[in-house]
């Protein structure tokens, strides 16, 4: 199985103090320990994590610092990263995209058909994605 890692997802995982961390983080383990899974990131969550990033730390980092927090998280993935090129172009549009709000949605979705992957999301409102798991209450 392939996940392109949306940009909400990689803000959960980056930052221990997201209210989703600890089920971003477990599902990441997960897919960590599965042999054939592969891990996709791409030029727009990848900016899209630096740019939210800097946003939520109010300027007390800066986007060096950022994406040096990212390159350290995608390189925990060791082998099974896998960094795919924005190659999808932006000119044909799934009927469920309607509105600005939706089109890196949609984007993205694209984009990680053409790379023979599914976009892995905290987002319900996304056709055709895949919604982690919420995690599993001990007890």
Not at 63 to 73: H, I, R, T
Not at 83 to 88: I, R, S, Y
Not at 104 to 119: E, F, Q, S, Y
Request: hydrophobic share 45%; charged share 15%; glycine share 10%.
């Amino acid at each position: 199985m392939r996940y392109l890692l949306d940009v909400n997802l990689l803000v959960a995982w980056g930052w221990s103090d997201h209210a989703e961390h600890d089920r971003v983080a477990a599902w990441i383990a997960q897919m960590k320990r599965a042999r054939t899974v592969k891990l996709l990131s791409s030029p727009i969550p990848e900016l899209g994590f630096v740019r939210v990033s800097v946003q939520r730390a109010g300027g007390r980092i800066a986007p060096k610092e950022a994406g040096s927090v990212l390159a350290g998280m995608l390189g925990t993935l060791g082998s099974h990263h896998v960094f795919v090129p924005d190659d999808f172009p932006a000119t044909g549009w799934p009927d469920w995209c309607r509105g600005a709000g939706q089109t890196t949605d949609a984007h993205l979705v694209g984009l990680a058909a053409k790379h023979n992957a599914t976009l892995a999301t905290l987002d319900q409102a996304i056709p055709g994605a895949f919604v982690l798991p919420a995690l599993a209450v001990d007890g």
